[in-house]
């Protein structure tokens, strides 16, 4: 171990010379006083200041002899600090010692089976106040022991206490166990959907005459007869339904629906002459069947195919004159009508989707007064709205 007693002697001297302070006699005041009054001072005498010199010399050297002549003792004798350090890095090494062959009978059933890592970190951190490390010899099975002296001398606490055994074991457990576990397969929720719809037919009549019972509504008298061609409207339709799965692929659609058809022509009634316009508006109730081909997360391809009832509200006349003259006659008989066609669904977002879904429809024969789907049974429909995914 090293000697420090030089750095004592240095602390010493240094301590007794920390307060040393020259006073000056009266004499140099007065000597100094005398020259700043007179144009040539009077010179002092250089016997005052060489005998207090001398004696502050002879002073420390008396000092030096007493700190000194003690340390010509035979060094090889160790001091009582040296014993101390000894005492307590010898308790350090016991305790550390002691501490392992502990851990090593605790653990000798788990160590048969597989060896396994116990390390004592900083056991004896505070109790060594020398920069050293020791090591001890440790029994047959066990881990060496580490011994740190005051070498980290930090503050931080990163390990645990004196005497505390720090367990590294890895828990017995399979790397693979989640690639192998066989994972639910999520399958998708079929909810049902609400749509609105608005749709448009074609206008174009196939110009073959009708007999004039076609011409009227069903159950009235000839009032009005047509004297030229009629123009008919684009018929246009707005619903609201709803449509629910009863397959994986598979779906029912049905709702209600507001049909509008409309046509003018040159007419009379009872002698008076001028144009004519005929309103007609049902309510339907459709039923159709949906089949996905495609269910993608953005996009939904399907056929269709299916049927509608429909009834009429409203079959008016309105001839333009001076006043106009409006007659309104009743339809008792139902309109039947079949369809099929293509559509997709564009998903907007997780609930809201925009549908497309151009089809055919023919529309039978029913004693119904005369409009577009008289003069043209077979129609071109293209369906558009929105759809709410529940």
């Known amino acids: 171990m090293q000697d420090n007693r030089f750095d004592d ?7 007794m010379l920390e307060d040393a302070a020259e006073i000056p006699p009266r004499r140099v005041w007065k000597g100094v006083s005398a020259r700043l009054d007179a144009a040539a ?32 003792k035979d060094t090889s004798i160790p001091t009582n600090n040296h014993y101390q350090e000894q005492a307590m890095l010898a308790q350090a090494g016991e305790s550390a010692a002691a501490t392992a062959q502990a851990v090593t009978a605790a653990d000798a059933p788990a160590q048969e089976a597989a060896p396994e890592k116990a390390v004592v970190r900083r056991s004896a951190r505070k109790a060594v106040t020398e920069p050293a490390a020791t090591q001890e010899p440790v029994t047959a099975g066990t881990q060496p022991v580490e011994t740190a002296g005051p070498k980290d001398t930090g ?16 828990p017995d457990t399979d790397p693979f166990a989640e690639l192998t576990t066989e994972k639910p397969v999520r399958k998708a929720v079929r909810r049902p959907a609400l749509y609105a719809q608005g749709a448009v037919g074609g206008n174009e009549s196939t110009g073959r005459p009708l007999p004039p019972a076609a011409r009227m509504a069903p159950g009235t008298s000839d009032d009005f007869s047509e004297q030229g061609t009629s123009s008919y409207g684009i018929p246009f339709t707005i619903g609201l339904g709803i449509r629910f799965y009863v397959a994986p692929r598979l779906s029912l659609g049905t709702g209600l629906d507001y049909s ?3 046509r003018t022509f040159t ?28 269910d993608a997360e953005k996009i939904r391809f399907y056929a269709y195919g ?25 339809v008792d008989k139902l309109q039947y009508s079949v369809g099929a066609g293509l559509g997709v669904e564009f998903r907007l977002s997780q609930h809201l ?5 151009p089809g055919l429809q023919y529309y039978f024969p029913g004693n119904q007064p005369k409009s577009i789907r008289t003069e043209k049974p077979l129609m071109v429909n293209f369906d558009a709205g929105l759809r709410l995914n529940f």
């Open 267 to 294: 007419g009379n009634y009872q002698g008076t002459s001028g144009s004519v316009a005929h309103t007609l508006q049902y309510l339907g109730v459709p039923l159709n069947l949906y089949y996905d081909i495609i």
């Open 353 to 357: 989707g925009l549908y497309l879904d």
């Open 9 to 15: 002697f240095d602390l010493r001297v240094r301590s």
């Open 155 to 170: 503050t931080r606490n990163d390990g645990p206490a004196a005497g505390t055994v720090r367990d590294d074991r890895v």
């Open 41 to 72: 001072a009077p010179v002092a005498s250089p016997w005052g200041w060489m005998k207090w010199a001398g004696l502050t010399l002879a002073a420390a050297a008396a000092i030096a002899l007493g700190i000194f002549l003690p340390g010509t």
């Open 306 to 330: 299916g049927g509608e009832l429909e009834y009429c509200i409203s079959n008016k006349y309105k001839l333009f004159a001076s006043p106009d003259i409006i007659r309104k006659y009743p």
């Open 260 to 262: 509008l058809l409309t």
